[in-house]
């Protein structure tokens, strides 16, 4: 074993040394090039652009250049192959080559070094040049003639005169990682008996403990910080063992305290279907005492027909009612390799959930029909005048018009759901700000007053002082007031009666909308801010109403972190009031 781990170490030793060679001869490789192709381009770029600029002289000249003879003699003097090229990207000069072979370059406006000096100002690259079958450092710059961009002059060198540096380097650093892996391989055979005695010495030591011997110790110091850790680590394994024993059963009460801090409900039984163990939250959940429990049938505590066959093969989840509340339990074997084993039950209360269910399915139903009814009135009567099954210009007029209020009250709904979903959602921001509560008042009066005019309605604002003001926005209260007396209005008969008062405290404003209408008997009052809530659902629709006013209003309440709420005596009358924070 000890030759077999020996063997192991040095074989990844080696391996290591060759990744770190290869990794590193890499990342040389490309640092070198990097560097060595800035330099290069340091000492490039001012004698292209003092080649550029004496070539802009020449053709500034009295007399005229020849562009090639020019790219040869400025080639003798650096000592770099020269290129000429106009702004079309045509070449006129080129110190390597002449006659038929220049005339016969192609066009260079789409090298990259043309173009980012285009741009810039200076280009370069370094690509492969397949007619001299080496690789070229290409730099470009523009040639500027009598004050304008003529082209460019572009000078090239052959960046393969530096590969003899970099093979150099590289083969110093593969020599000196070789006699360093040899140098490794050295110590760790040297050091590695040691090592091994020290192994073996451990290994006593954990077959006494096997055995039970609980006073065996493993030498420590062994001059090796992983092995002195594992004989420490080993050792305080056997001085805690005790420890641990009694530590178990301190962790059994961390998880009884656990159990007891959880909201779900937890219940433990047995294979006779006993109660072995049960949390707070279950025993408030069936109001129950927790020292009841113990000991009896879960059909006992939870009395619904299906728990018990269900805690039996607890498989899949279970949905029950108990007391008007609905709960979803599921159940989990505490050992699953013994046949007869402990079940754990986790009991949640989904009331709410289930409350919040049955409201979307009721705001789906109620919309569809909402919007079902105008839908088929417009489709009928369109089809009617469609196919001419009307009598005269006058029941032709009154089919458009019966289409027009069924698209207006589709209208009014539309926009109510969208103001409403704009409110629920968050997505409008509220702008408040101290307002004179009587101008509100007055602006939702004069909203609905022609409305109150035409059934001879009194509407009279009592005991609002000007000086009273609130934090409010004024565009969303404005809406909830109008929608509070639009709804008075519509529910008070001819001449009536609507009354706007305020109650105001020390920390709290409450505003009153009182008619002498027919009210809203009591059965009807803990659901009347709900979505598409109608108390005589025939006669809303018969008035325009959307069933959305309410539960608009309520939520323009809360965002003014205010409340609503109804008073109502049937045959009597109603009062809705509004409270806000001052």
């Known amino acids: 074993m000890a030759k077999s781990l020996k063997s192991r170490l040095l074989s990844i030793t080696l391996l290591t040394i060759i990744c770190m060679i290869g990794l590193l001869s890499i990342y040389l490789s490309a640092v070198s090039r990097h560097y060595l192709l800035n330099i290069t381009l340091k000492g490039m770029e001012p004698l292209a652009r003092l080649t550029a600029e004496n070539i802009s ?3 500034t000249g009295p007399s005229p250049v020849h562009l090639d003879s020019l790219a040869d003699g400025f080639s003798k003097i650096i000592g770099y192959r020269i290129t000429i090229i106009d702004a079309t990207g045509k070449v006129w000069g080129d110190s390597d080559e002449d006659g038929a072979n220049l005339a016969a370059m192609d066009n260079h406006l789409g090298r990259p070094e043309i173009r980012n000096a285009s741009r810039t100002g200076s280009g370069h690259s370094l690509r492969y040049s397949q007619t001299l079958k080496k690789e070229l450092i290409y730099l470009a710059v523009p040639v500027i003639a009598r004050g304008n961009p003529w082209g460019y002059c572009r000078i090239a060198w052959p960046f393969t005169d530096f590969a003899s540096y970099r093979w150099h380097l590289f083969l110093s650093l593969i020599t000196g990682f070789l006699m360093a892996a040899a140098l490794l391989v ?12 020290s192994i073996r010495k451990i290994e006593a030591a954990v077959r006494r403990i096997k055995n039970g011997d609980l006073s065996a110790r493993a030498p420590s110091k062994q001059g090796s910080r992983e092995i002195d850790f594992i004989a420490t680590s080993l050792n305080e394994l056997a001085q805690s063992w005790e420890q641990t024993l009694t530590d178990r059963d301190g962790q059994r009460l961390r998880l009884s305290a656990v159990l007891q801090g959880m909201s779900e409900g937890v219940i433990v039984i047995d294979n006779r279907q006993r109660i072995t163990m049960v949390n707070a939250s279950a025993c408030q959940m069936f109001g129950i005492e927790h020292a009841a429990c113990q000991g009896k049938l879960l059909i006992e505590v939870i009395r619904h027909p299906d728990i018990g066959e269900w805690s039996q093969r607890p498989v899949a989840s279970l949905e029950f009612t108990v007391g008007g509340k609905n709960y979803l339990a599921h159940g989990s074997p505490l050992e699953n390799e013994k046949k007869e084993s ?25 919309v569809s029909h909402e919007l079902k009814t105008p839908l088929s009135a417009i489709i009928g009567y369109s089809q009617a005048l469609h196919e001419g099954n009307y009598q005269n210009k006058e029941q032709m007029n009154d089919f458009l018009e019966r289409i027009h209020r069924q698209s207006e009250r589709m209208n009014r709904i539309i926009n109510d759901l969208l103001a409403l979903s704009a409110l629920e959602t968050g997505s409008y921001e509220i702008n408040l700000r101290s307002v004179p509560l009587r101008e509100l008042l007055q602006r939702a009066l004069e909203n609905v007053q022609q409305q109150a005019d035409q059934k001879k309605q009194v509407m009279s604002l009592k005991n609002i002082p000007d000086i009273l003001q609130i934090k409010a926005d004024e565009v969303k209260m404005v809406q909830a007031l109008t929608n509070l007396l639009d709804n008075a209005s519509k529910y008070t008969p001819e001449k009536g009666k609507i009354d706007i008062s305020v109650e105001s405290s020390e920390n709290s404003i409450r505003i009153k909308i009182s008619d002498n209408g027919s009210g809203i008997s009591t059965e009807h009052l803990p659901r009347i801010f709900e979505r598409f809530y109608r108390v005589d659902k025939g006669r809303s629709r018969e008035l325009g109403g959307t069933g959305l006013g309410l539960a608009i209003v309520k939520h323009i309440a809360e965002m003014h972190r205010g409340k609503m709420g109804v008073e109502s005596v049937l045959g009597e009358g109603s009062t809705f009031w509004m409270e806000l924070p001052v």
């Open 342 to 366: 402990d079940i754990v039950i986790v009991i949640t209360d989904i009331t709410d959930y289930k409350r919040l269910e049955n409201v979307r399915k009721d705001f789906v139903a109620n």
């Open 186 to 197: 050295f110590i760790y055979n040297t050091y590695w008996n040691t090592v091994i005695l």
């Open 57 to 59: 002289r020449s053709m």
